[in-house]
């Protein structure tokens, strides 16, 4: 290993506000899912008796979500942009879990609730990997790791919090994950830059953060 390169690496990441802002979006991002994410099943247990063959099933809707969200990117990311398309994401997904209390007082409901979750969330995910990618051409790669590590952090502190808010009621822990959300939203748009590449010459204008 290039000790000398890895250590370039990292000071182009601390050097550049727009990754470091990158790297807090992902970290909000992760920690508002696994804040709700980690009691899904035992709340889907707990309001609907279910056994384990038909958790399987809800783990199957949630694959499926998963995979539809991946499509979506595919679609719209290119064409909406890359962070408004995360924005959106993010807005979305506090949306629809502030949903699940309400769309879960019926199975079909709350399996309902289960896809729309899981389907923005992975459409955000996904749709921030390009968005990361094009901060540091030159440190790609650590950005990259530095990016795994805050989604790992995140969801560490996710669990941590999941657990008691959901001793309160399960909307507690969807007022966390909307309130994660839109924390991340803000850091967003205040401080990550957007580039572009730009057909005649190929270089890559920056899409400056809203003010």
């Given at each position: 290993?290039?000790?000398?390169?890895?250590?370039?690496?990292?000071?182009?990441?601390?050097?550049?506000?727009s990754?470091?802002?990158?790297?807090?979006?992902?970290?909000?991002?992760?920690?508002?899912?696994?804040?709700?994410?980690?009691?899904?099943?035992?709340?889907?247990?707990?309001?609907?008796?279910?056994?384990?063959?038909?958790?399987?099933?809800?783990?199957?809707?949630?694959?499926?979500?998963?995979l539809?969200?991946?499509?979506?990117?595919?679609?719209?990311?290119?064409?909406?942009g890359?962070?408004?398309?995360?924005?959106?994401?993010?807005?979305?997904?506090?949306?629809?879990?502030?949903?699940?209390?309400?769309?879960?007082?019926?199975?079909?409901?709350?399996?309902?609730?289960?896809f729309?979750?899981?389907?923005?969330?992975?459409?955000?995910?996904?749709?921030?990997?390009?968005?990361?990618?094009?901060?540091?051409?030159?440190?790609?790669?650590?950005?990259?790791?530095?990016?795994i590590?805050?989604?790992?952090?995140?969801?560490?502190?996710?669990?941590?919090?999941?657990?008691?808010?959901?001793?309160?009621?399960?909307?507690?822990?969807?007022?966390?994950?909307?309130?994660?959300?839109?924390?991340?939203?803000?850091?967003?748009?205040?401080?990550?830059?957007?580039?572009?590449?730009?057909?005649?010459?190929?270089?890559?204008?920056?899409?400056?953060?809203?003010?």
């Amino acid at each position: 290993m290039d000790l000398a390169k890895l250590e370039a690496g990292f000071r182009l990441v601390l050097a550049s506000r727009s990754a470091l802002a990158l790297l807090a979006v992902g970290l909000l991002l992760t920690a508002a899912n696994e804040t709700v994410g980690i009691v899904l099943g035992l709340w889907m247990e707990a309001s609907f008796k279910l056994q384990v063959a038909a958790l399987g099933a809800a783990s199957a809707v949630i694959g499926l979500a998963e995979l539809s969200g991946e499509g979506l990117v595919a679609g719209l990311v290119d064409r909406v942009g890359k962070r408004r398309s995360v924005a959106v994401g993010m807005l979305c997904n506090s949306l629809t879990v502030l949903a699940l209390p309400v769309l879960g007082r019926t199975l079909g409901g709350g399996l309902l609730g289960l896809f729309l979750y899981y389907l923005v969330f992975e459409f955000t995910i996904v749709a921030s990997l390009p968005l990361i990618t094009e901060q540091i051409p030159q440190a790609r790669a650590t950005l990259l790791a530095s990016n795994i590590a805050a989604f790992s952090l995140g969801r560490s502190l996710g669990a941590l919090a999941g657990g008691p808010l959901y001793r309160i009621g399960l909307l507690a822990n969807a007022g966390a994950t909307a309130g994660l959300n839109l924390l991340a939203v803000a850091v967003l748009l205040l401080f990550v830059r957007e580039r572009v590449a730009s057909a005649a010459v190929g270089e890559l204008p920056i899409i400056p953060p809203a003010v």
